[in-house]
């Protein structure tokens, strides 16, 4: 298998300053011109990896490493208001990047992936109903002079409203409150 070598931004080999032509060209050969951010553009042509401000080397593309970005999504974590957990609300982790129903679905996924459940990162979800559908749906296709709509197409509309009204949740999305659950 071949590695891809890495090529540090500030490396003396990702570019270089040429005179016969006055202008910063990357590793490729390739023709930057002697503008204020000429030198960057070459250097993040030929770059695979930059330093993060600790110090640590990360990928191109990032702007922290794993690292600091592990430490920033934590304090991040930590400061969305906390609420106690019943054990029946959907919670989702962002560390495991899944949803859970209650806690025999933690107990079994910590038990299998080796994890405390109190690393979990846990927030609670927020439902996502189906929408309602409105009459201005069709606003732009009726003509200016009718002001209502057929009444066989109301009825149906609030027949179907009413069934909509009426579902469960059709999916779930991470909110913004923060829990926990320590396993027994």
């Not at 996502?128 to 003509?143: A, G, K, R, T």
Request: proline content about 4%; aromatic content about 12%.
């Amino acid at each position: 298998m071949k590695t891809e070598k890495q090529i540090i931004y500030d490396d003396e080999n990702a570019a270089k300053f040429v005179e016969n032509i006055k202008g910063w060209v990357d590793i490729n050969n390739r023709f930057y011109g002697n503008n204020p951010d000429s030198e960057h553009m070459a250097r993040w042509s030929s770059c695979t990896h930059k330093k993060c401000e600790c110090g640590k080397l990360m990928a191109k593309g990032w702007t922290k490493c794993e690292d600091c970005r592990e430490i920033s999504d934590t304090e991040k974590y930590n400061k969305l208001p906390f609420r106690k957990w019943d054990g029946n609300e959907m919670v989702y982790s962002h560390l495991a990047e899944k949803y859970f129903h209650d806690e025999s679905d933690i107990d079994d996924y910590c038990e299998e992936n080796e994890v405390e459940s109190n690393d979990l990162r846990l927030v609670f979800c927020e439902p996502n109903y189906f929408h309602e559908v409105s009459y201005d749906q069709w606003e732009d296709i009726m003509p200016e002079d009718v002001e209502e709509f057929p009444k066989k197409l109301q009825d149906a509309l609030e027949a179907f409203n009413k069934v909509i009204a009426e579902l469960p949740p059709a999916s779930y999305s991470p909110g913004k409150t923060r829990t926990e659950y320590r396993s027994v």
